[in-house]
């Protein structure tokens, strides 16, 4: 073979070695502007592990609250690709509100007003108002979230958030956040008798330890001799160990004369009127203890009323001679917190609670801004 022969023949084996390599890589340009090479083998085993990845995902939705988005249970998995690009660029999101009042009533012509989550290009803002059915269907490109408010006169005005975006599940299919179309149950309590209630907004009730003290929620104090109080309500017993802050221990005892309680429930935390529009008949508790303790390194106990509970109270019962309540007084408490004071000899109590006035009337709906 000649020299001439020699150097095309080399040629050629060269260019077709090259062509068969590039066959097996996959040129990018990564974020830093020069050429990434990938070879197609890694890319089809990723693919393939992507694939595997979506079939093993299993959603499951009961474990988050859609409200806050907020996982109750289960492991966090890693998002998968869907998701990631959905939360970045967005998915079309549809969704059915239906509003009724706390009878179970529909409420037609309620105005719902809110925005879905955007892409950082504006807000996708809404107004619309419910059908005769209650309902009324929203449906946009979003990136996870949607926000409403609802109000109508004669309502209580509520609001509410929706998390389609569930981090560690599978809940994007074909460029949709699933499920799709799920119905918000929406509760816009009616305005039904607000009467003039007895508000204290903030009290703070000094507390010896160890010693069974009255209060009288219309002084709004304890009754004599270590307050103003004439007719107790409820008796308070606080106990603690002592000026240890970081190693504290407290008791608060909160007791009633037969009859008489709380019952504790959960705040609506996304209406203008968060409690019951009336008192129950029944299930009052006679006594209630809330203990507290702490290490500098932990809180072992706190078991006080929480920012979304309440207290519903009876007090002040008289019965006939058959034993049948003739009388009683009703109230709410949204706020009982105590604590230490800072010097160690005594402990406080921090009340806001409404009293009505008026005998035997379970009304607890307030005049006013709060109600």
């Known amino acids: 073979m000649t020299t001439k022969k020699f150097v095309i023949v080399c040629g050629l084996l060269i260019i077709l070695a090259l062509i068969g390599f590039a ?3 996959d040129f990018t340009v990564g974020s830093h502007g020069r050429p990434v090479v990938r070879h197609t083998a890694s890319i089809q085993k990723a693919k393939h592990e992507v694939l595997s990845t979506v079939a093993t995902y299993t959603p499951n939705f009961d474990n988050f609250d859609r409200s806050t988005g907020r996982r109750l249970r289960g492991v966090r998995r890693p998002n998968l690709p869907a998701v990631v690009e959905a939360n970045r660029r967005g998915a079309l ?11 179970g009533r ?3 012509n309620a105005q719902i007003t809110g925005q879905f989550s955007t892409d950082g290009e504006g807000a996708r803002p809404f ?3 419910t059908d005769n059915s209650g309902r009324v269907v929203l449906e946009e490109q979003c990136r996870g979230e949607v926000y409403y408010a609802v109000n109508k006169e004669g309502h209580y005005d509520t609001r509410g958030q929706y998390w389609f975006l569930l981090e560690g599940e599978d809940c994007v299919k ?25 508000l204290t907004w903030e009290a703070k009730v000094i507390l010896p330890k160890d010693i069974s003290l009255g209060y009288d929620c219309f002084k709004k104090d304890l009754v004599a001799p270590y307050g103003a109080g004439e007719n107790a309500d409820f008796m308070l017993t606080y106990s603690s160990n002592g000026k240890q802050r970081l190693n504290l221990e407290n008791r608060l005892s909160i007791s009633f004369s037969d009859d008489c309680g709380l019952i504790k429930l959960p705040k609506d935390m996304f209406s203008e009127f968060p409690s019951l529009h009336e008192a129950p008949m029944d299930s ?8 507290f303790a702490r290490t500098p390194s932990a809180i072992l106990k706190d078991e006080g009323l929480k920012d979304a509970e309440y ?20 109230g709410k408490f949204y706020r009982f917190a105590f604590d230490e004071s800072d010097d160690g000899k005594t402990g406080y ?3 806001q609670f409404y009293v009505n006035p008026t005998p035997n009337d379970r009304n607890l709906e307030a005049e006013g801004r709060y109600p």
């Open 106 to 108: 529909d409420v037609a």
């Open 311 to 330: 207290f519903i109270m009876r007090s002040r019962v008289k019965k006939d001679n058959d034993g049948k309540i003739i009388s009683a007084l009703y």
């Open 93 to 103: 999101a549809k969704t059915t509100i239906h509003v009724s009042d706390s009878t």
């Open 284 to 291: 009052y508790v006679k006594e209630i203890v809330f203990n």
């Open 349 to 351: 109590l921090l009340l």
């Open 127 to 129: 107004k619309s108002v």
């Open 174 to 198: 074909d460029g949709r956040w699933i499920p799709w179309n799920p119905t918000l149950d929406v509760v816009l309590k009616e305005k039904r008798k607000p009467i003039p209630m007895l």
């Open 23 to 25: 066959v097996f890589i």
